[in-house]
């Protein structure tokens, strides 16, 4: 069976970095070739909050699959993955205040009466915050215990992010509902490793 070794670590982490990476050029290239459809706001704020999801997703994906085939390295890639999540989460906010409320910030609470999932949305993001500022090695020794049980929170941002795509979109139900399902799968899978781990007293990355 392949072994991740330590000299894997760098080219996959600049893997990642292109995973991540290569859309952003996409969107920044549309941009500057107007190839942003009729509706070139709501184009950015999907493509960015997508963006998120997909990044949350991945970074969901990796404890289950590093257990599963033995790839332990793979967790050195969490911190990563997940500061993507975050990268995008804040574009997405930031496309959402800047184009479309043009920074009016009066119009803020109109728009959450009308739109309460962004209520939702801005809760998942606190947690993302809290998550990138204390992903630093000095800050997660200093905290010690409560660094994990913060981290666990990412869980709550697991079941918020689908929440939040599910309530936002007009018609189409079909793509937030499989998100949401999938984001409940993996949640499932997440909690049964724990309890395994418990059980059999692993160590948990
Ligand atoms: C302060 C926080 C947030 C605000 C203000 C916000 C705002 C919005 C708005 C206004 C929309 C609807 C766009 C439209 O249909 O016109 C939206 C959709 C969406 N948001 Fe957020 N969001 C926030 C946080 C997040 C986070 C943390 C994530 C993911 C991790 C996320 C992912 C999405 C997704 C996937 C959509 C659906 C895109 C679409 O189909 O158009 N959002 N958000």
New binding site residues.
């Given amino acids: 069976m392949f072994r991740l070794q330590a000299r894997h670590l760098l080219p996959i982490k600049i893997a990642f970095h292109l995973v991540a990476l290569v859309p952003l050029a996409v969107l920044v290239w549309r941009v500057l070739n107007d190839q942003l459809g009729g509706d070139p706001?709501?184009y950015i704020?999907?493509?960015?909050?997508?963006g998120?999801?997909n990044?949350?997703v991945a970074v969901l994906l990796i404890s289950p699959l590093a257990k599963h085939f033995k790839l332990g390295l793979l967790m050195q890639t969490r911190r990563l993955v997940g500061l993507y999540?975050f990268a995008?989460?804040s574009l997405?906010?930031l496309a959402?205040?800047s184009l479309?409320l043009l920074f009016a910030w009066q119009l803020l609470l109109s728009?959450i009466v009308k739109?309460p999932?962004?209520l939702?949305?801005?809760?998942?993001?606190?947690i993302?915050l809290l998550l990138a500022i204390t992903s630093f090695a000095k800050v997660k020794r200093a905290m010690g215990r409560r660094w994990q049980q913060l981290h666990n929170w990412v869980y709550l941002?697991a079941l918020?992010?689908?929440i939040?795509?599910y309530w936002?979109?007009?018609s189409e139900v079909i793509?937030?509902s499989l998100?949401l399902g999938g984001f409940v799968i993996l949640l499932m899978i997440r909690v049964n490793l724990r309890l395994l781990q418990r059980r059999f007293s692993f160590r948990t990355g």
């Fill in positions: 706001v709501q704020i999907h493509y960015t909050g997508m998120a999801l990044a949350l999540v995008y989460a997405h906010i959402f205040l479309d728009e739109r999932y962004i939702v949305g801005a809760t998942a993001y606190l993302l941002v918020l992010a689908p939040h795509f936002s979109v007009k793509e937030p998100y």
